[in-house]
């Protein structure tokens, strides 16, 4: 397949034959939402920087290479386990990178050849494909709200509200439940666009156990389970679920301007997941990148959210209701928030 005709598939923006249920049910929100904040401060809020996008990466690649050499060099619990509970959020944090490509909030103006190159790169270290991620996730948002056209809800949303089975979520079983999910949603999919994410699915696969086997085999099992199965396949998945809390489970289905989920700002969280706790403020504004979305929260909390009687939740407060209450996701849960 030609460059030319793989970013004529990633320029297909989303799937047609999807009812588009947020566009259609949001009309009103978003006359609101454009008087909310005013166009002069709105246009700031969407000024991208490539430099600052790019000192981000340098910092998670510095944040990986601190972990694994403390991991490496300190066989003590309580300097390796902290270690890779670091690099694991961190390799997570590659798929909030590549959620910027998605939604161009790299470059001020579009580089496809370079949005390409970064998509692949920020796909590695969780193994998904690139393609199939902007299709799935740009769908998400065209049919947020619907419970059939909205492929994260309806494939990857857990269907058994029961502790044990949200459980399995935290642990490695994560893996072969997402790629069900996206090999059950590549079935809606054009052939041309199937056969490049099939590519680009074994390659990423590849790379890891290509990773893993170099690692093993050069430093030994022990230092192989440090470096890299602890942080992909028991803390990615912690990661995976603690964000996930914080976007579409806690919602009201009666208000599109509630179909996220209002976290707090928190320096902690605002650190640990690159900015993407402010879930509801990227659905409100897709191409806001993710350095601007704090001081976005903070002029909505103004006003906006104060009128709607709107409060930011907490990860401990989600986490609560989530396992100790069993809430269902997708609805209400009558959290207080602060």
């Known amino acids: 397949m030609s460059e030319t005709a793989v970013l004529e598939t990633l320029n297909v923006r989303t799937n047609m034959k999807k009812s588009r249920h947020y566009l259609t049910s949001a009309t009103t929100l978003k006359k609101e939402l454009a008087a909310a904040v005013p166009r002069e401060q709105l246009m700031q809020f969407h000024r991208k920087n490539a430099w600052l996008h790019f000192l981000v990466l340098a910092r998670q690649y510095a944040l990986i290479a601190l972990g694994s050499w403390v991991s490496v060099t300190r066989d003590e619990w309580y300097f390796w386990v902290p270690a890779a509970i670091v690099v694991g959020f961190t390799i997570f944090n590659f798929t909030v990178l590549l959620h910027e490509v998605v939604h161009k909030a790299v470059f001020e103006k579009g580089r496809p050849r370079w949005e390409r190159f970064l998509g692949l790169l920020y796909a590695f ?37 029961a502790r044990w089975f949200k459980a399995l979520y935290l642990t490695p079983a994560l893996f072969p439940i997402y790629f069900r999910a996206a ?32 690692l093993w085999i050069t430093l030994g099992p022990w230092l192989a389970f440090k470096l890299y199965m602890v942080p992909v396949f028991f803390v990615f998945p912690v990661a995976f679920v603690l964000n996930r809390l914080g976007q579409h489970y806690n919602v009201d289905p009666d208000d599109p301007a509630k179909w996220s989920t209002l976290v707090a700002s928190s320096w902690f969280w605002n650190f640990a997941f ?23 929260h903070q002029a909505l909390l103004k006003d906006f959210y104060r009128k709607r009687d709107m409060k930011p939740v907490g990860y401990a407060e989600l986490l609560w209701n989530w396992f100790g209450k069993n809430k269902q996701p997708h609805t209400k849960w009558g959290c207080k928030g602060s």
């Open 274 to 296: 690159l900015w993407s706790n402010f879930h509801l403020e990227h659905h409100y504004y897709p191409n806001v990148p993710f350095y601007r979305l704090e001081p976005l």
């Open 183 to 214: 090999k059950a949603e590549v079935k809606t999919y054009d052939k041309e666009l199937a056969n490049t994410i099939a590519w680009e699915r074994r390659f990423t696969i590849l790379f890891h156990l290509s990773l893993l086997a170099t």
């Open 125 to 161: 270290p969780s193994g998904i494909s690139a393609s199939q991620f902007t299709r799935w996730h740009l769908d998400h948002h065209d049919n947020l709200g619907s419970s059939t056209d909205d492929p994260k809800r309806f494939h990857l949303s857990p269907k058994k509200n």
